[in-house]
């Protein structure tokens, strides 16, 4: 699994011209799923997103995770996240989780996400998708299990 946390002052997703999830100071989380991945590991990636510090205290230090900033999340699905790019100029998806698996893997996601009692916007899975925003800092981080 592999997790692209960005974070934004704003940050919406668009599907087909209309607006599907929307948040304002917060994290959009790009989300791919792989083969091997579990709920299990699920779980452990959604605890480390939700205590990662990547916002600033009151001192400018990052020291303050989303739940401190009283920020929201935006959770998009991305298979081609997890793409290997090693060789060749065409990347393979391989790794990829079917999206049989990979669907109810993001749903487990999100709906953990939520359980932390944080606003969580998402995308729709699947879905060709717009994905606007304004990266705060840039602060941008790839998680990996």
């Not at 799923?33 to 959604?46: N, P, S, Y």
């Not at 605890?47 to 001192?59: M, N």
């Not at 009283?70 to 790019?85: C, E, P, R």
């Not at 998402?122 to 925003?133: C, I, N, R, W, Y």
């Amino acid at each position: 699994m592999k997790v692209l946390m960005q974070r934004v002052s704003e940050a919406h997703v668009d599907v087909s011209g209309r607006t599907v999830g929307a948040i304002d100071n917060g994290l959009l989380l790009f989300i791919g799923i792989e083969k091997h991945d579990d709920t299990a590991l699920v779980d452990r990636m959604v605890e480390r997103i939700i205590g990662y510090r990547v916002f600033a205290d009151e001192r400018g230090k990052m020291n303050w995770d989303v739940r401190d900033a009283g920020g929201a999340l935006l959770a998009i699905s991305q298979f081609t996240l997890v793409a290997d790019t090693r060789k060749g100029r065409r990347p393979s998806f391989s790794s990829a989780a079917d999206p049989v698996l990979a669907r109810p893997l993001y749903e487990h996601c999100v709906a953990q996400l939520k359980a932390h009692g944080l606003p969580v916007a998402t995308g729709v899975f699947a879905a060709e998708m717009q994905v606007s925003l304004v990266n705060d800092g840039p602060v941008t981080f790839m998680l990996e299990m």
